[in-house]
């Protein structure tokens, strides 16, 4: 079982530069596969990029490709997501969920979730 806990959202102008963490509490943080997930208001839950569990491997949305990147460090059982040239699309609340070994890209595939941070960017 794994436990997430996200931070680092907040209140941010069109250009600027966001981190997001997720903590992650139990023994098989290391073995999971991560990925970061987004909900504006009024649309469904989508997919922003996800981690293999070396960190080896990334893979992105179109729409943040080459605008955000998604790291993790096993020791401190914590992933990442830096978002740099914020635009106000990217306004939602960012999800942080796991699942064993390989990544996945639809919200069915994890196993694990966090309550999300809100991240709003304005214009």
């Known amino acids: 079982q794994v436990q997430l806990v996200e931070s680092g959202g907040g209140l941010v102008q069109a250009g600027d530069s966001l981190r997001l963490s997720c903590a992650a509490s139990?023994?098989?943080?290391?073995?999971?596969?991560m990925a970061w997930f987004r909900q504006a208001p009024g649309k469904e839950r989508e997919f922003v990029g996800a981690?293999?569990?070396?960190?080896?491997?990334?893979y992105y949305a179109d729409s943040v490709k080459g605008r955000f990147t998604i790291s993790r460090d096993n020791a401190k059982n914590t992933v990442y997501l830096q978002m740099n040239s914020l635009k106000p699309d990217d306004t939602a609340v960012y999800y942080c969920a796991g699942r064993p070994v390989w990544i996945a890209v639809t919200t069915d595939r994890y196993n694990y979730w966090g309550q999300g941070t809100q991240v709003t960017v304005s214009s």
């Open positions: 981690i293999s569990e070396s960190g080896g491997m990334t």
């Open positions: 139990g023994r098989t943080f290391s073995s999971c596969a």
